[in-house]
């Protein structure tokens, strides 16, 4: 009889269907543990459980630095959700019809229009016409002195709207960033006019180049009409444009304007900012509505750009001066009675629209609308 004696060392097992067990049960049980750690610790990642190795070894050093660069890494985190949560409050779509509280003093807007009218047409136009007639001064004398009133008005509107649009960036500037330098659409694309505006009144006496002179209002508005012209094809933009940020689509001029207009000139603020593109995500028709205005003003600029060039070169100066700066102000007043027309057209168009998308809500939908 032939008798095998076990060395102790061998891990005899039995199957677990007999309800026996491993003859090293110390041996086993560590392994078991070690399986399950590594089941609990799928999910961790592998520099985690490094560093908690050496932390649990007496290295606390590299247990702080990465502890260090963990809450960097949060903090990180956070501010770029913080800079994308504007982006997606800016975009966000609201469940009820998105009102658009806008109120303004027709006495203001008539001072300021009397205001207007007295620097860019009156005063140049009591200096040019005696100066001609009871005076022996050159043609080119009379103009540099009569347009030196030309744009007093610009030097008082616009430094006060650049002022409160720095200073008080977080009430009236455009939403998504608060960098002071960070202006809106309106005042860009006016200072841009403004520069383009003062190259004939500076140049044209000079020359001297009278035709020239009288094309100084083209030059003011031909410039916007372009931008409001490329804004219709809704290109990408490579720089902020408002509220709007690098990457999106350009909006329709008239947007930006009534954005930027209400909200700083009007002080309305970034409320109104917000309420505006809400009302643009929720509404298809408004959005079709600022794309005809937009193009509205396009043509009646173009409209306007080609009677005043025809007057300027084909007339004569004494004629033509005051029928060039008069001409602006009949062709905004009539242009803005068109687009009134339009506007509250569109309005009711749209809360039609919504009353058929959303019956529930004709109760909200009902009441005049204060834009």
């Not at 860009?188 to 009288?214: D, E, G, Q, R, S």
Request: net charge positive; glycine share 4%; proline share 7%.
């Amino acid at each position: 009889m032939v008798v095998k004696t076990l060395k102790p060392q061998e891990n005899l097992t039995y199957p677990s269907a007999y309800g026996l067990h491993d003859v090293h049960p110390e041996k086993n049980m560590q392994e078991k543990v070690q399986s399950v750690e590594s089941k609990v610790l799928v999910g961790i990642p592998l520099p985690t459980l490094w560093f908690q190795q050496k932390r649990r070894s007496g290295e606390p050093e590299a247990f702080d630095k990465h502890e260090k660069t963990k809450a960097n890494t949060t903090v990180l985190n956070v501010t770029a959700t913080s800079d994308t949560s504007s982006t997606s409050t800016r975009n966000r779509t609201p469940s009820t019809f998105p009102e658009l509280h806008f109120t303004y003093s027709r006495t203001k807007i008539l001072l300021y229009a009397c205001f207007l009218l007295l620097c860019n047409l009156i005063i140049p136009c009591i200096l040019f016409y005696p100066l001609v007639s009871l005076t022996t001064l050159s043609p080119k004398a009379v103009i540099g002195i009569s347009s030196a009133a030309l744009g007093i008005s610009s030097c008082f509107d616009t430094p006060m709207r650049l002022y409160r649009l720095v200073r008080y960036r977080r009430e009236f500037g455009p939403l998504g960033n608060d960098t002071w330098w960070y202006l809106d659409f309106s005042m860009w694309i006016y200072t841009v006019a403004l520069l383009i505006f003062a190259i004939p009144l500076a140049i044209a006496p000079a020359i001297p180049l009278f035709n020239f002179f009288l094309m100084s209002t083209v030059m003011l508005v031909g410039p916007v009409a372009l931008v409001f012209l490329v804004s219709l094809f809704r290109p990408t933009l490579p720089f902020r444009c408002s509220s709007d940020p690098p990457g999106e689509r350009m909006k329709p001029a008239v947007f930006y304007l009534i954005e930027d207009v209400a909200a700083v000139d009007f002080q309305h603020g970034r409320e109104f900012r917000q309420a505006l593109h809400d009302r643009w995500h929720a509404s298809v028709p408004f959005q079709n509505l600022v794309t005809q205005l937009t193009l509205y003003w396009t043509l009646s600029a173009a409209i306007y750009c080609g009677a005043t060039a025809a007057v300027s070169w084909s007339t004569s100066l004494n004629f033509a001066f005051a029928w060039t700066l008069g001409q602006l102000f009949v062709w905004a007043r009539l242009s803005a009675l068109g687009s009134h027309i339009l506007t509250k057209r569109g309005l009711k168009k749209e809360r039609e629209w919504w009353a058929n998308e959303h019956p529930n809500e004709v109760r909200e939908v009902t009441p005049k609308d204060s834009s």
